[in-house]
Every structure is written in structure tokens, then in C-alpha cells.
């Protein structure tokens, strides 16, 4: 008898995929797991109205505007909840998902005041937005609209204001001050028909990031005092940019109409702010439209006059050339900033350089350390300009046998001249024993927008551009040189500091006027370690760790 056959190896389990297979109106994409269906169907180019779901905060189910059909559940579903597998199919279009979506809307606007010609929300609204795509046209309710007498537009911290009006009671405000701020301060009062959001035992909405609590809001129920009813948001034009506060360098847009600054608003940067800014960055907004230098200036014994900026450009070249033939250039002393772009302290990097001066500094200031939460981890700053990493490594530190600024603020070495290619540098510009000290040099120069102390004493002052008024690059605290661009032009006869520093680079014999800060950034590429591949597409893509720094954050 012959032995039995060995049974059959068991069939290989099918590879895993690394994708799933979700069939939106017939049509089947292919998706990461871990997202909801809200996601999923944006990664199809379908959009499903939502107005509790936000992709940073726990998934609650509030709204229900999210409902769609599902193939095998009788029921209508939210999208937001419903886990998602491989093979679902999701139906978004049928009368039964038109009819639902519709009769959310005509629910949420019983109690809405229809009048958003007189909101500050409209352009920006959610509730506006889903109101034209997926609400009737017609409202069938007739009666009183629901009305929160001390609670319509009152301030509920140093920068939010409440309307609960206009509540939708979505509770994204009380998420984010929950799960992301941690502070927890809002909540719901009230039961029923009667619910509204406040703060608990009315102290105040005040954590360092309250202003996100707008941002996430999806209607005009929070909006911050410092923006509402200035100006139309449709009238805004948005730059990229980067927050100037820090060194954590979150990703901002400029809006400006007409050259003038009317907010920041948090750019979706997930390895760096993702959504979110802190109070004390976003308002800074205001401080970009501040000009008190508007012109040149040169000093001439007790007189100071009015210049034109090539002249007084010349006029520091003169004084540079004249202190080099009778004491060398070890006489001179060039101060960069934290609050200037790579490129602007790289060229003043390279003129200390062709001349032969290892004097050279950029101010340090932790006065302000700040927190933002990226998608995955805290970040912390450590100095209050959002440029310090970059500035160093553009090589603003005493050269060998150089000096440095505490040399001169500590008395122990007074230069002949001292170039200070921004003013507005902390609180050294308005201290007067440090003033006291750079101005002990024969000739004081410096770049400014602003006026102070350092301003008045110098010798020649050049008017400089804000942020909004030019384009560079800055290294965040994590390494991560980003791309900031100019939103509109200085008013003549200001100019960008780059600009200027070309000016003095080309009078001084190096450089050409030419240059662009691209062009810098080419020369930055080969000559600065861990700066040869932050590509220009990079930068435009979100910023790109400088070589051989340990990418902790994630990809953007
Ligand atoms: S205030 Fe805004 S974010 Fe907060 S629950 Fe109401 S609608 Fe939602
Ligand atoms: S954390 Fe720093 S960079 Fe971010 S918004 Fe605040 S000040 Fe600006
Ligand atoms: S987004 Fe799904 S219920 Fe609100």
C-alpha cells in the first residue's frame, strides 16, 4: 500500500497592501489607511461638506453635514466616523445624500442670522460656502431666530471675540483649546436649544496660541478683534512667508491690499506649524506697516541731511577705504542680524571678508522662547529672531583672532567703524550704555525701517524694506531653511537689505548690482555646508533640512 499523499502547502497569504481600495461613485482610488472618508475623498478630488471635522483634532460626529451612502448599511452615514476599509464603496451624489445634506443645512439656519453681508466671516464661511452648494434656496422658517443677548460680539480674551449667534456648535474651538493648546478654557453653557460656547466661570480665552480658536472656527461665531471689519477677505492678496517672532520660522501668508499688511494666517506646514501660529507671531502683522525711515540720512558735524541712498552708500565706502589705509581693516566691525535673510548676512559675511575683516556678529537675544506644535512633536525656539541659526551659518561669528559684539558692548575693544546691517535688532538698539558703546566708534552706520535710539546716533542712515518688501530665506531652529517672498515693493526710496549690502559690496569693489537673491542663493549653495541642495524648488515646496541634520518632524 502506497504512503498518503502530503496534504497541499497552504496557499501564500496575499501581499499586504500598503494602500486601500475605496470606490467613490463608481470610481475606485487608491488610498493610505488611517484616514477617514472626509480625506479619502479629497485625495479623489470629491469634496464632502464637513464643518465639525478638522484633520488635527479628535472626530466627534457633531454636524452632520459629512452624510453619505455606503453600499451594504441601509442607513445614511457620516463620513467623518466611518472607519474606512478596503472595498468600501461610497456613494456621494444620490438623491438620498442631496436630500440630507440639504435638510442639515435648512436645520443649521433656522437659528442663523441670514445677513452675511454684514458678517466678517463672509468669503471665508463654511457655513456660507455649504449654504450655496448643498442648502435650498428658499428658508421655510418664519419665526423668531433664536437670540444670545450678552453673548454677541464680546470679547472672550485679548484677541477673540464671541458671537454666539453664530454658533454652530461644532465644538472645533473647544477641541483645539482641549486637545492642542491643553489649556481647556472654552466649554458649553447652557442645554438644548439654549447651548452656547464660553469660557469657564468667564476668565478669559488667553493662551498663547487663542487666535487659532478663530482660525478653526468654521463660521463668524469667533473671529479676532485685531482683523474684523477692517477689510474683506477677498480683497486680501495672500504671499507666502515666514513668520518673523522666532526661530521655530512657522509658515505664514501676508495678506496685504495696497501695500498694506492686514494679517498673517497660519500656512499649512505639518513638520513645522501645521496649522497653528501663536498670538504674539500672528500679531506682528501690524508692525510690517510701520515706516519711520523713509529716506537716507548722513551726518554732517552737528547737522544731519537728507541724501540720496547711492551717496550715502558711498559715503560709508569712503569711511571703510579711508580707516583701511590708516589702521587696517581689523579697525571695523560688522554686525548682521537674526532678523535678516541668509542671503543678506552672507553678503555682509562676504564684505567683511573682502576686505580682511574677521570682526563680525549677529546679535543674540532669547528674550522671547516660544512653542508651536508641529503634526507630531513640540518645537521650541530659542531666540526671538526668526534667522539666528542662518546667520551663523552664513558665517557671522568673529573670524580667527576677530572680535565680537560682547567685545564691544563689555568695553574690552573699540572699533572706528561699525556697520549694523539692521537697527530694528532687540532691545541693544534702545539700551543706552550699548548704544553708548557702538556709537563709541568714529562712524556709525546703519540699515533701518524703524526709529531708535541706535537710529539717532548713527552717522548714516540707510531706510530699509519690512519683511512684506522682499524675498529670502531663513534656517529655522530644526535646521529647515525655508523661503519667504515679497509681497509688495518699499516705498522709495527704501530698498530691500540685500539690496543695500550689494550697493556697499560694489563700492567696496565686489559683487554686482545685478545679483538677485536667487543669485545669492547659488553662491550660498556652493560655498556654505549643508546648504547645496536646498534647491529653489525646494524652497518653494515647503523648506528642506540642511544636509546631514537629522530630519525629526516628518515629511511635509
Ligand atoms: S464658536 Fe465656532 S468653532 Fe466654536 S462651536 Fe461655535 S461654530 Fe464651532
Ligand atoms: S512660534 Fe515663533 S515663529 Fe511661530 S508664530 Fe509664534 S513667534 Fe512666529
Ligand atoms: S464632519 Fe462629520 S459630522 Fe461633522
Not at 502530503?6 to 501564500?12: F, G, W
Not at 468669503?123 to 437670540?147: H, I, M, P, T
Not at 553708548?436 to 539717532?456: E, K, M, P
Request: net charge neutral; with cysteine.
Amino acid at each position: 500500500m502506497s504512503a498518503p499523499a502530503p496534504p497541499a502547502p497552504a496557499a501564500p497569504p496575499p501581499p499586504k497592501k500598503d494602500t486601500l481600495t475605496i470606490v467613490f461613485d463608481g470610481k475606485p482610488i487608491e488610498v493610505p489607511p488611517g484616514i477617514n472618508l472626509i480625506e479619502a475623498a479629497k485625495l479623489a478630488g470629491i469634496e464632502i461638506p464637513h464643518f465639525c471635522f478638522h484633520p488635527r483634532l479628535s472626530v466627534v460626529g457633531q454636524c452632520r453635514m459629512c452624510l453619505v451612502e455606503i453600499e451594504g448599511i441601509p442607513k445614511i452615514q457620516a463620513a467623518c466616523t466611518t472607519p474606512i476599509k478596503d472595498g468600501l464603496a461610497v456613494k456621494t451624489t444620490t438623491q438620498k445624500v442631496r436630500e440630507s445634506r440639504a435638510a442639515n443645512m435648512e436645520f443649521l439656519l433656522i437659528n442663523h442670522p441670514l445677513d452675511c453681508p454684514i458678517c466678517d466671516q463672509a468669503g471665508e464661511c463654511k457655513l456660507q460656502d455649504n449654504a450655496f452648494g448643498y442648502g435650498e434656496q428658499r428658508s421655510r422658517y418664519d419665526e423668531r431666530k433664536r437670540q444670545y443677548a450678552g453673548y454677541d460680539r464680546t470679547a472672550i480674551g485679548p484677541h477673540v471675540v464671541a458671537d454666539m449667534t453664530r454658533c454652530i456648535q461644532c465644538t472645533r474651538c473647544i477641541r483645539f483649546c482641549q486637545e492642542i493648546a491643553g489649556t481647556g478654557e472654552l466649554t458649553f453653557l447652557d442645554r438644548g436649544g439654549r447651548t452656547l460656547v464660553w469660557t469657564h466661570d468667564g476668565k478669559p480665552l488667553a493662551n498663547d496660541w487663542s487666535a487659532c480658536a478663530a482660525d478653526v472656527c468654521p463660521v463668524g461665531a469667533l473671529t479676532t478683534k485685531e482683523f474684523r471689519f477692517r477689510r474683506r477677505v477677498w480683497d486680501l492678496k495672500k504671499t507666502p512667508s515666514v513668520c518673523p517672532g522666532c526661530n521655530i520660522g512657522c509658515n505664514i501668508s501676508i495678506e496685504d491690499r495696497d501695500s498694506v499688511v492686514y494679517r498673517f494666517l497660519p500656512r499649512l506646514n505639518p513638520a513645522v506649524n501645521d496649522y497653528w501660529l501663536c498670538d504674539y507671531g500672528r500679531f506682528l502683522s501690524e508692525s510690517l506697516n510701520a515706516r519711520e525711515i523713509s529716506k537716507a540720512t548722513v551726518r554732517e558735524g552737528s547737522d544731519v541731511r537728507d541724501a540720496i541712498v547711492p551717496a550715502a552708500v558711498e559715503r560709508i565706502a569712503s569711511e571703510i577705504r579711508s580707516t583701511i589705509e590708516t589702521d587696517g581693516p581689523s579697525a571695523i566691525f560688522f554686525l548682521g542680524s537674526a532678523h535678516l535673510s541668509n542671503e543678506e548676512n552672507f553678503l555682509l559675511r562676504k564684505i567683511a571678508d573682502h576686505i580682511g575683516c574677521g570682526n563680525r556678529d549677529v546679535v543674540v537675544d532669547r528674550s522671547r522662547v516660544r512653542r508651536m506644535k508641529s503634526k507630531t512633536e513640540w518645537i521650541e525656539g530659542d531666540h526671538a529672531g526668526a534667522n539666528y541659526a542662518g546667520a551663523r551659518d552664513m558665517g557671522l561669528s568673529p573670524g580667527p583672532g576677530g572680535h565680537g559684539l560682547t567685545d564691544v558692548l563689555e568695553g574690552r575693544w573699540i572699533p572706528q567703524i561699525v556697520v549694523v546691517a539692521d537697527a530694528s535688532f532687540a532691545a541693544a538698539a534702545d539700551d543706552a550704555e550699548k548704544v553708548g558703546r557702538l556709537r563709541g566708534a568714529r562712524f556709525l552706520a546703519v540699515a533701518a525701517r524703524t526709529a531708535n535710539s541706535l537710529t539717532r546716533a548713527a552717522d548714516v542712515v540707510l531706510p530699509a524694506a519690512s519683511l512684506a518688501q522682499k524675498e529670502g530665506s531663513f534656517t529655522n531652529v530644526q535646521g529647515r531653511v525655508q523661503w519667504f517672498q515679497r509681497a509688495f515693493l518699499p516705498p522709495p526710496p527704501a530698498r530691500a537689505h540685500w539690496e543695500l549690502l550689494l550697493l556697499l559690496g560694489v563700492a567696496l569693489g565686489w559683487g554686482d548690482r545685478n545679483w538677485t537673491p536667487a543669485a545669492v542663493r547659488t553662491q550660498i549653495r556652493e560655498e556654505v555646508e549643508g546648504y547645496d541642495e536646498v534647491t529653489e524648488q525646494e524652497l518653494a515646496g515647503g523648506g528642506l533640512m540642511k544636509k546631514g541634520l537629522f530630519v525629526s518632524t516628518g515629511a511635509v
